[in-house]
């Protein structure tokens, strides 16, 4: 009860929307915000992990070494050979490498100590990857099969010519809206809601055992165990998301580049 009362007084707020906006300097839409700095900062620190542990490649490997080659194979072949193709898929393996990596490292720095903000938790930077994606499976569609060519493989052969125009519509919106923005959505949407449960079993939770009766600190306690579950299930979804980034932006390029639809 006292909880209640308190939260009714304006002690306790709840974590909304405003903990994402989180400027370092200057403010509007040109601010250095603090996800910004964070994702610039993911590029470096992945530069450097990966020119320290290729430096020295070895025919029996270290363990970076091996963990580095697992996470790399797992790309190559679990989603670059099996979606695009043995035939097509080796020129875009480094592309849906660099994608995994970075859109790893920054889910998880929704979990990292003294961080714990998942930087894809900001649509623009889940949007800049899709738009990437989207130019990308475009431009290899358009380079294999010509501008016509592209645009005619939206329609399988043998189609009743009286649907052959709204099949093309739809698969038109899908190519050019639908595929980039639930892309983006789907990153983000998962990262979102990830960081404000979170926040709510953490926050909640401190609060309750601080200000809360000897009944209301037991539930404190409850909420630090939920927020540690979570956690773990939430690691599990910052990899889960990264994984089906890449392996949709695979099925879409193998789409592009099909020669039949």
């Known amino acids: 009860m006292s909880f209640v009362l308190a939260a009714a007084e304006g002690g306790y707020e709840a974590p909304g929307v405003g903990e994402f906006w989180q400027p370092i300097f200057g403010d509007g839409a040109f601010a250095i915000t603090r996800s910004s700095i964070m994702i610039m900062l993911s590029v470096v620190l992945i530069s450097v992990v990966l020119l320290t542990m290729t430096r020295r490649l070895s025919v029996v490997p270290s363990k970076p070494q091996m963990m580095l080659e697992g996470a790399y194979t797992f790309v190559r072949n679990g989603v670059g050979r099996d979606v695009i193709g043995s035939k097509d898929f080796l020129p875009y393996v480094p592309f849906l490498f660099s994608l995994f990596a970075l859109i790893l490292v920054n889910n998880l720095f929704g979990v990292l100590p003294l961080v714990q903000f998942p930087t ?142």
């Open 120 to 261: 894809m938790s900001r649509f623009g930077f889940p949007l800049a990857l899709a738009l990437v994606v989207y130019g990308v499976y475009h431009y290899v569609g358009i380079k294999k099969k010509g501008l016509g060519g592209y645009f005619a493989s939206f329609v399988p052969h043998g189609l009743p010519k009286a649907v052959v125009p709204f099949v093309w519509a739809l698969e038109f919106i899908t190519y050019f809206f639908t595929r980039p923005i639930t892309l983006a959505l789907r990153l983000f949407g998962n990262m979102f809601a990830g960081h404000i449960l979170l926040l709510l079993f953490i926050l909640g939770g401190e609060y309750l055992l601080v200000h809360g009766s000897a009944l209301i600190k037991v539930a404190g306690v409850v909420s630090i165990v939920m927020a540690f579950v979570m956690t773990i299930f939430e690691i599990l979804v910052e990899f889960l998301q990264a994984y089906v980034f890449i392996l949709l932006t695979a099925v879409y390029i193998q789409a592009s580049i099909a020669d039949e639809h």
